[in-house]
């Protein structure tokens, strides 16, 4: 099984875990992995016993590296890769809309990788809980696609320019640098899940969203977190800065050009201007439009924007190239349709961006 479900009975309420379990593909997100999910979640959100919901992973790598990438391409290789590519993204990005929107609680626990998917699981929970050793990313560009699963909302609420930085590098981000830019609200060490499982059951849950809601507020402010002295130092306190000024606001061939010709610093501000020469130009031309886009759409609207975006990806060749040369041959030397930025037309990015259906007819039409 993908994933393993749970309902624990506490004093008056039942909390609902769910563990995604597919360790030797990283918890990589398959179209029936996320099927069984949406299930889960809709069926608990409609079982008036199931007071909140527990989301975490039996993986001592990864709570999960993102979408599962040799389905997706797959799917690129079908007869009509738009939609079949679509279908692959839809189920994922109704889980994550459905998390935002869920009516009782949610906590994810986030243990190690911790990227694409995963991330958007995570920046879609009430409580975003992780762990000294996660690391998160959202490197995308480097398959020839764009930060998704709701990453238009979330990356254009961080700090300082970070959003930008972070689809265009893909750089990981360590536990203290999720704290320090809001994407994480607590580190919790990973061997107190079971005492933390422990004491919501030992809570009365009501049923009532707010007091629920509270009460586990509450509780997870009582809770021990991790010792400072546990956690890595933050690559960001250091480079922040310079972030927020080599990203300011400008044209992005500008930004860029700022970025790799400044100094090299450290290897893990290196590994991100590497990460940044390898990127695919088309996928960061679609970051620069997604992220100006998302600051004007609710978070439907972001979501079936990234669907119409993900669909015409499936059809460009790109992403079936990005993830041959990352995950099939692993050659690490894809062939990108454009070799610069410059290269990249303002026509060719806004073609990404029209949907393949007519706006009734989206997968997504319905959220």
Same mark, same amino acid.
């Given at each position: 099984?993908?994933?393993?479900?749970?309902?624990?009975?506490?004093?008056?309420?039942?909390?609902?875990?769910?563990?995604?379990?597919?360790?030797?593909?990283?918890?990589?997100?398959?179209?029936?992995?996320?099927?069984?999910?949406?299930?889960?979640?809709?069926?608990?959100?409609?079982?008036?016993?199931?007071?909140?919901?527990?989301?975490?992973?039996?993986?001592?790598?990864?709570?999960?590296?993102?979408?599962?990438?040799?389905?997706?391409?797959?799917?690129?290789?079908?007869?009509?890769?738009?939609?079949?590519?679509?279908?692959?993204?839809?189920?994922?990005?109704?889980?994550?809309?459905?998390?935002?929107?869920?009516?009782?609680?949610?906590?994810?626990?986030?243990?190690?990788?911790?990227?694409?998917?995963?991330?958007?699981?995570?920046?879609?929970?009430?409580?975003?809980?992780?762990?000294?050793?996660?690391?998160?990313?959202?490197p995308e560009a480097t398959i020839g696609l764009f930060p998704d699963a709701g990453a238009s909302w979330f990356l254009n609420r961080l700090p300082g320019?970070?959003?930008?930085?972070?689809?265009?590098?893909?750089a990981r981000l360590n536990a203290s640098d999720a704290m320090r830019v809001g994407l994480a609200d607590l580190v919790l060490d990973r061997e107190r899940?079971?005492?933390?499982?422990?004491?919501?059951?030992?809570?009365?849950?009501?049923?009532?969203?707010?007091?629920?809601?509270?009460?586990?507020?509450?509780?997870?402010?009582?809770?021990?977190?991790?010792?400072?002295?546990? /956690?890595?130092? !933050?690559? #960001? =306190?250091?480079?922040? %800065?310079?972030?927020?000024?080599?990203?300011? $606001?400008? @044209? *992005?061939?500008?930004?860029?050009?700022?970025?790799?010709?400044?100094?090299?610093?450290?290897?893990?501000?290196?590994?991100?201007?590497?990460?940044?020469?390898?990127?695919?130009?088309?996928?960061?031309? /679609?970051?620069? !439009?997604? #992220? =100006?886009?998302?600051? %004007?759409?609710?978070?439907?609207?972001?979501? $079936?924007? @990234? *669907?119409?975006?993900?669909?015409?990806?499936?059809?460009?060749?790109?992403?079936?190239?990005?993830?041959?040369?990352?995950?099939?041959?692993?050659?690490?030397?894809?062939?990108?349709?454009?070799?610069? /930025?410059?290269?990249?037309?303002? =026509?060719?990015?806004?073609?990404?961006?029209?949907?393949?259906?007519?706006?009734? @007819?989206?997968?997504?039409?319905?959220?």
């Amino acid at each position: 099984m993908s994933i393993q479900t749970r309902e624990i009975p506490c004093k008056s309420g039942t909390l609902g875990i769910l563990t995604l379990n597919s360790p030797g593909k990283l918890n990589a997100l398959s179209a029936a992995m996320l099927t069984g999910l949406q299930a889960q979640l809709d069926a608990w959100a409609e079982n008036d016993d199931i007071c909140l919901v527990l989301i975490t992973a039996d993986d001592d790598r990864a709570f999960s590296a993102g979408i599962d990438l040799r389905e997706v391409y797959q799917a690129t290789r079908a007869t009509e890769p738009a939609a079949a590519v679509a279908d692959i993204f839809a189920r994922e990005y109704r889980v994550d809309y459905t998390l935002h929107t869920f009516p009782k609680p949610v906590i994810t626990l986030a243990h190690g990788i911790t990227m694409g998917g995963g991330m958007g699981l995570l920046q879609a929970s009430r409580y975003r809980l992780i762990t000294p050793e996660t690391v998160m990313a959202m490197p995308e560009a480097t398959i020839g696609l764009f930060p998704d699963a709701g990453a238009s909302w979330f990356l254009n609420r961080l700090p300082g320019s970070i959003g930008l930085f972070m689809g265009l590098t893909g750089a990981r981000l360590n536990a203290s640098d999720a704290m320090r830019v809001g994407l994480a609200d607590l580190v919790l060490d990973r061997e107190r899940q079971d005492e933390l499982v422990e004491r919501i059951g030992e809570q009365y849950w009501t049923g009532e969203i707010a007091a629920d809601d509270n009460r586990l507020f509450r509780l997870l402010d009582q809770v021990r977190e991790a010792r400072p002295s546990d /956690l890595p130092d !933050s690559e #960001l =306190a250091r480079y922040e %800065q310079d972030i927020a000024r080599l990203c300011r $606001r400008d @044209e *992005l061939p500008r930004v860029i050009a700022r970025l790799l010709e400044s100094p090299p610093g450290n290897d893990w501000r290196s590994a991100c201007m590497d990460s940044l020469r390898k990127a695919c130009p088309v996928s960061l031309g /679609l970051l620069e !439009s997604q #992220l =100006a886009h998302g600051l %004007q759409m609710s978070l439907k609207d972001i979501f $079936r924007m @990234e *669907l119409a975006m993900a669909a015409n990806c499936g059809r460009q060749p790109d992403l079936p190239e990005g993830i041959r040369a990352r995950v099939i041959d692993r050659d690490r030397h894809p062939t990108w349709s454009c070799h610069s /930025l410059a290269e990249v037309s303002e =026509a060719t990015i806004e073609g990404y961006f029209e949907a393949p259906w007519p706006e009734q @007819e989206s997968p997504l039409a319905d959220l």
